[in-house]
């Protein structure tokens, strides 16, 4: 999976490039220059968001084992941006979300069993915001036929979706552990068949919560549609304004196809791709939709760079107390 990462994110960026050169670089350098520091204020709408999602996953514990919300937050970023600026797939900032919070006392786990919830929780919100850029779409008739197989690609999604929870309630990890148990025969993978097993468990129970499933699935969908604010504001600040819905259709297409192209870290490439092309459909030229696209990674640089900074100052704590004790 890394070296497929790492292929993806070589492809990715060849294809951002050429994109931008097609495009032009000095109209995009220009509008992007244009708007000066006031882009600034992009990453400041797209912040609430990190909250809301850090509920989401506060209501993924069971009620004993919830996590202080600092705690939960700070987790949240740094695996948000372990996902957003490494090569992991999307799933290696979840792992060490999980971890950061078995570090400060949380029970294992409970920890490892609502980090792999969450990421359900992650995928099957995907979906429903997918439909409601779908929805969009079909309703402005901007292009039945794109509207038709996204329609399709989703369908197949949710029905993997569905595959993966109905894996996990039958007991994904306790197997997982067995038969690496019975292939190597060591007393380590030994050990790890009841801390599987006792995750299974976990889990199992969480997904019998229903009602806190469906508020967390509310929750995280309230952070999709918030960041829709930052595609309309950059649209606006850039001298291109866009409407609300054209902002949401924007974002909710954007991001399915950049979730499903999970491979490629941080859908370098991929988002340019498809704001170009879903650009084009409510009146954006190419550089402007280039230009929108860019304008919204600045967050990458003011948020997510400062949670990579993070990581690295908790796991050097907890390396310096190791080395002390």
């Not at 994904?172 to 007393?187: I, P």
């Amino acid at each position: 999976m890394k070296v497929a990462s790492y292929i993806g994110l070589l492809l990715g960026l060849a294809v951002m490039t050429v994109l931008v050169a097609w495009a032009g670089v000095q109209e995009i350098g220009g509008l992007l220059l244009a708007s000066g520091w006031a882009l600034l204020w992009i990453p400041l709408i797209w912040l609430p968001s990190l909250p809301m999602n850090t509920r989401c996953w506060q209501l993924l514990f069971v009620p004993e084992h919830t996590p202080k919300f600092g705690q939960a937050l700070y987790a949240q970023w740094i695996g948000r941006a372990i996902n957003t600026l490494l090569p992991v797939a999307s799933i290696g900032g979840d792992v060490v979300k999980a971890r950061a919070l078995i570090l400060w006392g949380a029970d294992p786990h409970h920890a490892s069993a609502a980090a792999v919830v969450d990421k359900t929780i992650d995928v099957i919100t995907i979906v429903l915001w997918g439909l409601i850029g779908i929805a969009l779409l079909a309703t402005m008739a901007l292009d039945d036929g794109l509207a038709t197989g996204s329609l399709i690609g989703l369908v197949a999604l949710g029905v993997g979706v569905f595959g993966f929870i109905a894996v996990q309630r039958a007991g994904m990890f306790g197997y997982l552990a067995r038969l690496a148990y019975r292939l190597t025969g060591s007393h380590a993978a030994g050990r790890l068949v009841g801390m599987a097993e006792e995750v299974d468990r976990v889990i199992r129970d969480l997904y019998a919560q229903r009602r806190r499933l469906a508020a967390a699935i509310v929750w995280r969908m309230a952070a999709l549609i918030w960041q829709s604010g930052e595609v309309w504001l950059a649209a606006y600040l850039l001298g291109h304004p866009i409407g609300v819905i054209e902002a949401v259709m924007l974002k909710s297409l954007s991001n399915t196809v950049s979730d499903a192209a999970f491979v490629v870290p941080n859908s370098y490439g991929i988002q340019e791709g498809a704001f170009v092309l879903l650009g084009g459909l409510i009146g954006l030229a190419p550089d402007v939709s280039l230009a929108v696209s860019l304008a919204i990674r600045i967050r990458e640089l003011l948020i997510d760079v400062p949670g990579l900074i993070a990581w690295q100052a908790v796991e050097g704590r907890i390396l310096l107390r190791r080395r002390r004790a």
